[in-house]
């Protein structure tokens, strides 16, 4: 049932266009079955807030774009993408048999720390653009990097830093990097380098550690072929945002330094001698008394146990047939 009307504040809503959503609240059961007024009441408005939260959407008190968009999804639509998802979820029974691991849902820009099939820890978390998206990854943590320096890959370089340093070559001293030809060799002088030369493109950079540093305080070290990990940022709105697609490939975590005292539980590294470290500034690394098995999986439709159906949105297209890997960090 499409509802057609263009999306504003609810109170101007006609009380036809009321009508219209309540039945399809109701429909999705974010209603009573009964549900046949044309008010715009507070049940309405519960009902409405349901209906954003199934969908991972921002609790905005009215029926705005991205609302009016999942509510026009049709039936048969929604139905594909949870059976699409299923095949998803059935591909990852098995890792409920590790006692402990961490699970990255790319769509719903989550991470869950789970232990002995029950849930640790949640966190918000920021994923890769659809240009540069998260790939699907199953691998092991091996180590947390307390104040590690940046690689930073070439697509990031050629399309972001090297730009934004010849629009204002300041940005390389104040955020700390260094340039070199080649990862073995030494650094250069910024100074001497020909920052509008083509072969700047080849250029190898890496960031210092420290508070600007863009991985943050912490990496969370997990090999695997796309060479993607978990880490910290210094930008933390980002974790506010409804919607979180906005690294090149790599995990950023808003508790981070949660997740990483979880993942070093037994080995004496706590919150309390993270925040030790942090307030050091100390360069160290360390290592979980195991590994841990690590997840990025893409789950954009699922019900929870008490039968409610969630739906996120299907930000890399892979529910509509597009392919089910993606671009490295």
């Known amino acids: 049932m499409a509802i057609d009307f263009a999306a504003d504040s609810s109170p101007a809503l006609t009380s036809a266009e009321v009508a219209a959503i309540r039945r399809h609240l109701a429909i ?19 009902g409405l807030s349901r209906f954003q939260i199934r969908n991972g959407l921002r609790v905005s008190g009215f029926v705005d774009q ?8 049709p039936a048969q639509e929604r ?6 998802n299923l095949k998803r979820i059935q591909g990852l029974m098995s890792i409920n048999k590790a006692p402990r691991y961490v699970l990255v849902n790319v769509p719903s820009f989550i991470a869950q720390a789970v232990e002995h099939g029950t849930l640790a820890l949640q966190s918000n978390v920021v994923v890769g653009k659809p240009a540069r998206a998260t790939p699907k990854v199953s691998a092991k943590i091996i ?51 020909d920052w509008s030369s083509p072969q700047v493109v080849s250029y190898k950079f890496r960031q210092d550690p420290g508070p600007q540093n863009a991985l943050g ?83 954009s439709a699922w019900a929870t146990p008490d039968g409610t159906v969630n739906f996120r949105p299907d930000i890399y297209n892979h529910d509509g047939g597009g392919p089910e890997t993606a671009s490295v960090n």
């Open 143 to 193: 180590e947390v990097n307390f104040y590690p320096t940046w690689s930073v890959p070439d697509i990031v370089a050629q399309n972001d830093l090297i730009p934004t340093i010849r629009k204002n070559p300041n940005y390389f001293y104040e955020q700390h990097f260094n340039v070199m030809r080649d990862w073995g060799s030494p650094p250069l002088d910024p100074a001497s380098v």
């Open 217 to 299: 305080v912490v990496r969370i070290n997990m090999p695997n072929k796309h060479s993607v990990y978990m880490h910290d940022t210094p930008l933390k709105t980002l974790f506010g945002r409804n919607v979180r697609f906005e690294s090149s490939g790599c995990v950023r975590v808003n508790n981070v330094e949660a997740l990483a005292a979880w993942i070093l539980t037994g080995t004496g590294w706590d919150l309390q001698r993270i925040a030790q470290v942090k307030q050091s500034g100390e360069q160290i690394d360390v290592k979980p008394t195991k590994p841990i098995a690590v997840y990025f999986t893409y789950i």
């Open 79 to 84: 139905l594909a993408q949870l059976e699409t």
């Open 28 to 46: 999705e059961g974010d209603l009573p079955p009964d549900s046949s007024s044309a008010t715009f009441d507070q049940p309405f408005l519960d």
């Open 66 to 73: 991205r609302s009016l968009a999942a509510l026009n999804v």
